[in-house]
């Protein structure tokens, strides 16, 4: 039940946000807005970055009687709803900036309700079942964005922009019927929680190596995500192909390299399979780069580089998510998880406005080749610095079998 509960969880979370982040930059791409306002869309994933800073907040209030993880569930589940219904009333084609400005204000919605995602998933899942709960997060994710980011592009595209928002606000009202049967984790964890500190997590030295190796990942990612849809677009590809392509990949990834790297990561060490996944991360964007150096891509070759790249986005969140579990501290182990990756997500902020501006003045090769550079960056840190993590702390509520 806790896998299932953090998939459903994480989709919902996510389903507003990939509709702005990543279904609405290609609807304005269709309507001629230019590669640097798209790359500012990615800005709005700037929330994620800076939720560590009200992620104890998060761990510590509640409304009485509904439960900490409930209560911050449904207000922000609320918030993202009354978003996306002020975006029904406007024109993507005539009101991008107030677009950008409701988009900032859903990842707000979304990374706050991370939090109580990740408090959730700490608390409850045991050491061996951690690679398994990153990827149940990813099968909530693979399912936010492909109802969010692809199922919603299609309906703006056969059916309008307003009937689109309309059809996203009746699934998050339907998803939060759920809400009910989430199980709260001990009141314990609450009185702990209250003694949470940034300041302890940042002094950790196991901490810098890790986010020294990491952030030049997240970069790659967050510029590859701004250039992989508008791509598509300038071959000529509709947005109902594209949002099939999307979807189906990334749910590829998740149901099937997602569970392949849970297995993996069950026999080789982390700092084992962070290499190995910087180093396929960083083969996958420069075999993009050299497809696009050779000219305009076929729409079969440039859909298959998404598939691969998707699947090398699968591996990075997986071997990531995973990693930054087995550095939280369980006795604050919802803001440590948040903050790992809050500033991970930082890293991709650079990246998104990095990649429309270099793919605007030099074409989408570079674009990528930059992201590739950034992959082999982090490949290179981590030969430098030891990746060894503390062994696991196994409490009595640690092991306790999950149902």
Do not use: H
């Amino acid at each position: 039940m806790v896998l299932a509960a953090l998939a459903v969880l994480t989709a919902a979370q996510y389903l507003a946000l990939f509709f702005f982040y990543g279904a609405v930059p290609t609807v304005l791409r269709q309507a001629g807005a230019p590669l640097e306002l798209l790359g500012f869309f990615g800005l709005a994933y700037g929330a994620f970055a800076l939720s560590f800073l009200w992620a104890p907040y998060v761990d510590r209030l509640q409304i009485p009687g509904l439960g900490r993880r409930r209560s911050w569930i449904l207000a922000m589940q609320c918030m993202a709803a009354a978003f996306v219904a002020t975006a029904a009333w406007l024109d993507p084609a005539e009101d991008a900036f107030a677009l950008l400005l409701i988009a900032f204000g859903v990842s707000f919605a979304a990374a706050t309700q991370r939090i109580a995602t990740l408090g959730y998933a700490v608390e409850k899942l045991a050491p061996q079942r951690r690679a398994w709960g990153s990827t149940a997060i990813g099968w909530g994710g693979a399912v936010g964005l492909l109802l969010g980011g692809s199922v919603l592009l299609a309906v703006v595209e056969r059916f309008g922009w307003s009937t689109a928002c309309l059809v996203l606000i009746a699934v998050i009202a339907a998803l939060l019927l759920l809400l009910p049967w989430l199980r709260e984790p001990p009141d314990a964890t609450a009185r702990e929680a209250a003694r949470a500190s940034l300041a302890e997590l940042l002094r950790r030295p196991e901490t810098r190596r890790i986010l020294a190796v990491a952030l030049p990942l997240s970069f790659a990612k967050g510029l590859s995500f701004t250039l992989m849809q508008p791509r598509l677009v300038d071959l000529g590809v509709g947005l109902s192909d594209i949002a099939l392509v999307v979807g189906l990949a990334n749910a590829a990834g998740f149901m099937v390299v997602g569970p392949a790297v849970s297995l993996a990561l069950a026999r080789v060490s982390l700092a084992g399979a962070f290499r190995w996944m910087a180093a396929s991360s960083t083969a996958t964007l420069s075999l993009i780069a050299l497809i696009e150096f050779a000219g305009p891509p076929s729409v079969a070759l440039a859909m298959t580089s998404v598939v691969l790249l998707f699947a090398a986005f699968t591996v990075m969140q997986v071997v990531i998510t995973t990693l930054f579990m087995g550095l939280s501290d369980r006795t604050q182990g919802g803001t440590d998880l948040t903050t790992f990756l809050s500033l991970f997500a930082l890293g991709a902020l650079p990246g998104t406005v990095t990649g429309g501006f270099v793919a605007g003045a030099f074409g989408y090769g570079a674009g990528f080749a930059v992201g590739s550079l950034s992959c082999f960056a982090g490949l290179a840190i981590s030969r430098l610095l030891p990746l060894a993590l503390p062994a696991p702390q196994v409490t009595d509520r640690a092991v306790a079998p999950q149902r």
